[in-house]
C-alpha cells in the first residue's frame, strides 16, 4: 500500500466516490479552473469535425457508437451527442467511470435531453486493466467507434502508463474507428498553480476527501484537518503534483487493514499527478500507440488541444 511507501503516495481512483466526484465538478465550475471551459469551448466550435471520420475514409458511411473513458458527468460530451444526433439521427453512448452516482446521474440528464441516445454506463476502472483491450462490447455491423478520452485525464498518468492505456485502447478499435483525446499545455505558471489551489478551498476539500473515504472505507482514524492541501509545480518533469502535508507528527491507525501509519511534521502523500505537454506532443503520443494523427484543435491562447487519432 501507498501508505507504507516511502515517498506516501495514494492512487488517484480514490478520489472518485459520490462525494469527490460532487467535489470534481464543483473544481470545473471554479474560475481559476481553466481546464474544463476552455475544453468545452474547443468543442463547441469543432464538434461536428471532431465526430466525421476523414473524408476519404471507407468508415464515413458507418453509423458513429460514442465511448467515453472516464465519463464522470458528460457535461462537455453532450456537444458532441448533439453533433452526432444530428448527423445520424439516433446515438449508442457508453460512457465507463468508477463512479456509479456519477453514470447515474449522467445518464438521467442525457437521455432527458436527448432521447435520441441511448446511453450504456459501465462501472469500471478501465485504468486498471491487465490485458488488451478494454473489454467493450463489440460494435455492430454498420457502426463505428469514437472513444472520448477528453478532460486531460491522459495528463494523470506517467508517460510509461499513459502510453500502455493508449494502446489497449488502440487493440480494441478497428479500421475507421477513432479517439478524442483532450491534453492540457504547459503555460505559466501562476495559472497552472491557481487551477489546482483555489481561493475557495474546493480543490482542498477534493484532495482531503480521500482520507475521508479512507475513514469510511477502511475503517481509518485520519483527522483531515491535520492535512494541509499542497499544489506544486514540477518543472523538470512538466507536471502539477497534489499533496497531502501533515502538520504535526502523528499516527493514523487503518483498522481494517491492522495497520498503523506514522508521519512526520510536514511529510507528505503524494495523491496526483497532472502532466502539462508542449505543441505537438499529444499526436507524437497518438501515433507511438498506433493511431494516424488525423487533426488536433487548440483554443486562440493554446492552452488547452483536442486531437483526433484514427485507425486506418
Known amino acids: 500500500m501507498g501508505l507504507t511507501s516511502a515517498p506516501k503516495w495514494l492512487p488517484p481512483w480514490l478520489f472518485y466516490d459520490a462525494a469527490g466526484s460532487r467535489l470534481f465538478e464543483a473544481i470545473t465550475e471554479l474560475p481559476e479552473y481553466y ?6 469551448s474547443i468543442l463547441a466550435a469543432h464538434a461536428p469535425e471532431m465526430i466525421a471520420p476523414a473524408p476519404a475514409h471507407t468508415a464515413n458511411h458507418l453509423k458513429l457508437r460514442i465511448t467515453e473513458l472516464g465519463a464522470g458527468s458528460a457535461d462537455k460530451t453532450r456537444l458532441l451527442l448533439r453533433a452526432a444526433v444530428e448527423r445520424q439521427g439516433t446515438v449508442r453512448y457508453e460512457p465507463l467511470d ?14 432527458r435531453e436527448f432521447p ?3 446511453v450504456a454506463p459501465q462501472v469500471v476502472d478501465y485504468t486498471r486493466g491487465n490485458g488488451s483491450g478494454l473489454g467493450l462490447e463489440p460494435v455492430e455491423s454498420g457502426e463505428r467507434r469514437l472513444v472520448l478520452y477528453i478532460g486531460s485525464s491522459i495528463g494523470n498518468f506517467e508517460h510509461e502508463d499513459a502510453m500502455r492505456l493508449l494502446r489497449r485502447v488502440r487493440e480494441a478499435l478497428r479500421p475507421g474507428d477513432g479517439l478524442l483525446l483532450g491534453v492540457d499545455l504547459v503555460k505559466e505558471e501562476h495559472t497552472l498553480l491557481a487551477a489546482y489551489n483555489d481561493a475557495a478551498g474546493v480543490t482542498a476539500a477534493f484532495n482531503r476527501n480521500m482520507l475521508e473515504r479512507l475513514n469510511h472505507e477502511l475503517g481509518a482514524n485520519f483527522d483531515v484537518d491535520n492535512f494541509a492541501h499542497r499544489a506544486v509545480w514540477n518543472r523538470g518533469a512538466s507536471r502539477i503534483e497534489m499533496h497531502l502535508e501533515s502538520r504535526y507528527a502523528q499516527r493514523v491507525r487503518l483498522a481494517s487493514l491492522d495497520l498503523d501509519v506514522r508521519f512526520a511534521q510536514g511529510e507528505t502523500i503524494h495523491t496526483e499527478n497532472s502532466y502539462k505537454y508542449a505543441p505537438g506532443q499529444a499526436e507524437a503520443m497518438l501515433v507511438q500507440a498506433g493511431f494516424k494523427a488525423e487533426q488536433c484543435w487548440m483554443d486562440e491562447r493554446g492552452w488547452f488541444a483536442v486531437c483526433l487519432g484514427e485507425v486506418a
Open 35 to 40: 481546464l474544463t471551459r476552455t475544453e468545452r
Open 98 to 111: 468508477v463512479s456509479a452516482s456519477a453514470l447515474r446521474a449522467a445518464r438521467e440528464r442525457i437521455e
Open 116 to 118: 435520441a441516445v441511448s
